[in-house]
């Protein structure tokens, strides 16, 4: 079992930035490929981006264009998402999430999932 706890969200102005971070607890973290979803009412889960588990292939989705950057550190056991830039668009919950296999970008690959955190980006 992995538990995931996501923090760093809030209400940021369009053009600012935010930092989520994803703290993991149980198996060892870095055999873990983990990745970022997001979600707005009505809608389905949405692959903001993803890491390796060594941290060595990061994948992002096309809206991403350069603003978000993925990274982790498997000595804390924590992965980040730095997002720069940010439109009124990116206003959703950000989801953490966890599989033990190689990085892809659904949403039902992923057997550990966090409990979200809400961005929200003013215009």
């Known amino acids: 079992q992995v538990q995931l706890e996501e923090s760093g969200g809030g209400l940021v102005q369009a053009g600012g930035s935010l930092r989520l971070s994803c703290a993991a607890s149980?198996?060892?973290?870095?055999?873990?490929?983990m990745a970022w979803f997001r979600q707005t009412p009505g809608k389905q889960r949405e692959f903001v981006g993803g890491?390796?588990?060594?941290?060595?292939?990061?994948r992002y989705g096309e809206f991403v264009k350069g603003r978000f950057t993925i990274s982790r550190d498997n000595a804390k056991n924590t992965v980040y998402l730095q997002m720069n830039s940010l439109k009124p668009e990116d206003t959703a919950v950000y989801y953490c999430a966890a599989r033990r296999a190689i990085l892809v970008g659904s949403p039902n690959a992923y057997d550990y999932w966090g409990q979200g955190t809400q961005v929200t980006v003013s215009s």
């Open positions: 149980g198996r060892p973290f870095s055999t873990y490929a």
């Open positions: 890491i390796s588990p060594s941290g060595g292939i990061t």
